[in-house]
C-alpha cells in the first residue's frame, strides 16, 4: 500500500509569496494531521481533520496559516503571506478510526520549506 | 498537557555495542509511538506501543504504562541506526500526538 503523499518535498520561495503545501493520506484513513518541526520547538502539531473536518487547530501560529481537506484524499496547508520564520520541515500523517484513539500514526516523508 | 521527556539527549555508540532509550511521561497515554528520523529528515516508524512488550529484528520496546515510561532497546548497532529517536504519546482522548525531544544517536564503525 501506498503511504502518505506529500508534495512538493522542497519548496524554496522569496518572503510574502504563497505557499501551498499538498498532502496525500493512506486510503481509508479518516484522521488526517499536520505537524510543523523547527529546531526551536521540535515537532508539533498544527490542526487534525477527521472525516475531512478540522477538529483541533489550535496549534496554527497565525492566520497567515490556513488548511483544507475538501475530500477524503486531500488535504492542503496554505500559508499567506509566507515569513522567513515559517521555514520548517512540515509533516502530514495519517490514521484509522475507531474514533481515533489509540491508533499509530503513519507520516509522510514531508515538505522542506525555506523562505528567502 | 501531557510532558515527554527522552533520555539520554546524545548518545554516541560503536557499531555493535547495545543501547537503551528511554522516554518517560507525565499521564496515561493511548498512543505511543517511537519514531526514528533518518539524515534524510523522514520519520519512520519504529513501534505502536502504547502498553506491553514488541520486537523486529535487532530492535525491541516495552511501555510500563502504570509506571509511565517507554524503553527502546537496540542491539548490535549499525552505522545505519544513526539518527534521531522519537518517542511520541497522546492521551486524554486527544489524538494529537506530544513528541519528545528525540535521543541523537550516532553509531561508528
Known amino acids: 500500500d501506498a503511504g502518505v503523499i506529500q508534495s512538493p518535498r522542497h519548496e524554496v520561495t522569496e518572503m510574502g509569496q504563497e505557499v501551498t503545501l499538498r498532502c496525500k493520506p493512506i486510503s481509508g484513513h479518516d484522521y488526517l494531521f499536520w505537524y510543523r518541526q523547527t529546531m526551536m520547538r521540535g515537532l508539533e502539531l498544527l490542526i487534525y481533520?477527521?472525516?475531512?473536518?478540522?477538529?483541533?487547530d489550535s496549534g496554527m501560529p497565525e492566520d497567515r496559516f490556513s488548511a483544507k481537506m475538501p475530500n477524503a484524499s486531500f488535504s492542503t496547508l496554505k500559508i499567506q503571506p509566507s515569513e522567513p520564520r515559517d521555514s520548517a520541515v512540515y509533516f502530514c500523517?495519517?490514521?484509522?478510526?475507531?474514533?481515533?484513539?489509540?491508533?499509530?500514526?503513519?507520516f509522510g516523508d514531508g515538505t522542506r520549506l525555506s523562505i528567502l | 498537557g501531557i510532558q515527554v521527556e527522552q533520555s539520554p539527549p546524545d548518545l554516541i555508540l560503536q557499531e555493535g555495542a547495545n543501547s537503551t532509550l528511554r522516554c518517560n511521561f507525565s499521564?496515561?497515554?493511548?498512543?505511543l509511538q517511537w519514531f526514528h528520523q533518518n539524515p534524510w529528515g523522514q520519520l519512520i516508524n519504529l513501534f505502536y506501543i502504547p502498553s506491553g512488550t514488541k520486537q523486529n529484528g535487532r530492535l525491541s520496546a516495552t511501555t510500563v504504562a502504570t509506571e509511565r515510561y517507554s524503553l527502546l532497546y537496540i542491539s548490535s548497532s549499525q552505522t545505519t541506526d544513526s539518527g534521531v529517536y522519537f518517542c511520541?504519546?497522546?492521551?486524554?482522548?486527544?489524538?494529537?500526538?506530544?513528541f519528545g525531544a528525540g535521543t541523537r544517536l550516532a553509531v561508528h564503525p
Open positions: 500523517a495519517s490514521s484509522l478510526g475507531s474514533g481515533g484513539l489509540g491508533q499509530p500514526q503513519h
Open positions: 481533520f477527521n472525516n475531512n473536518v478540522p477538529i483541533d
Open positions: 499521564d496515561s497515554v493511548n498512543n
Open positions: 511520541a504519546v497522546s492521551s486524554g482522548g486527544y489524538n494529537k500526538l506530544i
